[in-house]
T-cell receptor, first 113, second 112 residues
Framework: DGGITQSPKYLFRKEGQNVTLSCEQNLNHDAMYWYRQDPGQGLRLIYYSQIVNDFQKGDIAEGYSVSREKKESFPLTVTSAQKNPTAFYLC????????????FGQGTRLTVV | SQQGEEDPQALSIQEGENATMNCSYKTSINNLQWYRQNSGRGLVHLILIRSNEREKHSGRLRVTLDTSKKSSSLLITASRAADTASYFCATARMDSSYKLIFGSGTRLLVRP
């Protein structure tokens, strides 16, 4: 089955630690995205990538880093510089700009303990 | 900053009634999309309307787009309890950017 997979579903981080969230897609999509969602809020764009080895900052990139070494994979690292990382993180992909829908993973809930 | 803002933030209706949600945005767009999110889950695409379209239907969904007012509305007719979810609009800009920007969402509760 084609789709987009995020792992883990739940992640706990100690203060000062870096953690990496996984996002993999087998839809052959060019573009991939990371969004952050706080309780009862909308989605805010962290980073996006249009093609392998290229990525762009979104609106809230500070404290986060990404890589796009393979078309299928777009991992997000939440660094210790992110002061309030507790949130729900959503990964998405789509084929190209223009009139195409985005497909979402089921999300990773990150909690700082 | 978020491109789209939904209105109302929350909506509670009785099963069988219609639900209308509105979305406003700031810049010129290529298309506008509506998504649904069940609590704690990923988003699911509902419908896409292009900037040169004014209205689109899909089942019980009706979407309108007014580019002069930079606004869109989503109408769900004959609502069901299973329609309870959050609904988001998302805009794709006119330039070649891949950016897809989401609004703040409307939380819909359909009471049985």
């Amino acid at each position: 089955d084609g789709g987009i997979t995020q792992s883990p579903k739940y992640l706990f981080r100690k203060e000062g630690q870096n953690v990496t969230l996984s996002c993999e897609q087998n839809l052959n999509h060019d573009a991939m995205y990371w969004y952050r969602q706080d309780p009862g809020q909308g989605l805010r764009l962290i980073y996006y990538s249009q093609i392998v080895n290229d990525f762009q900052k979104g609106d809230i990139a500070e404290g986060y880093s990404v890589s796009r070494e393979k078309k299928e994979s777009f991992p997000l690292t939440v660094t210790s510089a992110q002061k309030n990382p507790t949130a729900f993180y959503l990964c998405a992909s789509r084929t190209a700009p223009g009139s195409t829908e985005a497909f979402f993973g089921q999300g990773t809930r990150l909690t700082v303990v | 900053s978020q491109q789209g803002e939904e209105d109302p933030q929350a909506l509670s209706i009785q099963e069988g009634e219609n639900a209308t949600m509105n979305c406003s945005y700031k810049t010129s767009i290529n298309n506008l999309q509506w998504y649904r999110q069940n609590s704690g889950r990923g988003l699911v695409h509902l419908i896409l309307i292009r900037s040169n379209e004014r209205e689109k239907h899909s089942g019980r969904l009706r979407v309108t787009l007014d580019t002069s007012k930079k606004s869109s509305s989503l109408l769900i007719t004959a609502s069901r309890a299973a329609d309870t979810a959050s609904y988001f609009c998302a805009t794709a800009r006119m330039d070649s950017s891949y950016k897809l920007i989401f609004g703040s969402g409307t939380r819909l509760l359909v009471r049985p």
